[in-house]
């Protein structure tokens, strides 16, 4: 059983930092994680993904250049730092693991396990 809790959200100005945090509980070393987000009244979108070596990683036009994952297997955390944030990035944001494969990838579906979300809210 796979559970992911995420930590780090808040209210920052636009231009600002924030580090999201995803601790996992389980076998999740040879999982792909991803980082999705939701805004009010939109779907679901993918934010960023990283393989399970951490080797590849990819990321959504809108956010490229601006936020980085990375993961630390030895703590079973995958990150996501977003810098220069906009009103725009504000959404719930959601890790998740995929257990088939260990390759990166954007589509949900291909999602296994999923947290509970944090707020990151953008004031400008």
């Known amino acids: 059983q796979v559970q992911l809790v995420e930590f780090g959200g808040g209210l920052v100005q636009a231009g600002g930092s924030l580090r999201l945090s995803c601790a996992a509980s389980g076998r999740t070393l040879t999982y792909a994680m991803g980082w999705f987000r939701q805004a009010p009244g939109k779907e679901r979108e993918f934010v960023s993904a990283?393989?399970?070596?951490?080797?590849?990683?990819i990321y959504a036009d809108s956010v490229k250049g601006r936020f980085t994952i990375s993961r630390n297997n030895a703590r079973k955390t995958v990150y996501l730092q977003m810098n220069s944030l906009k009103p725009e990035d504000t959404a719930v944001y959601y890790c998740a693991a995929a257990s088939k494969g260990y390759y990166v990838r954007s589509v949900a579906a291909e999602y296994d396990y999923w947290g509970q979300g944090t707020q990151v809210t953008v004031s400008s």
């Open positions: 990283i393989s399970s070596s951490g080797g590849s990683t």
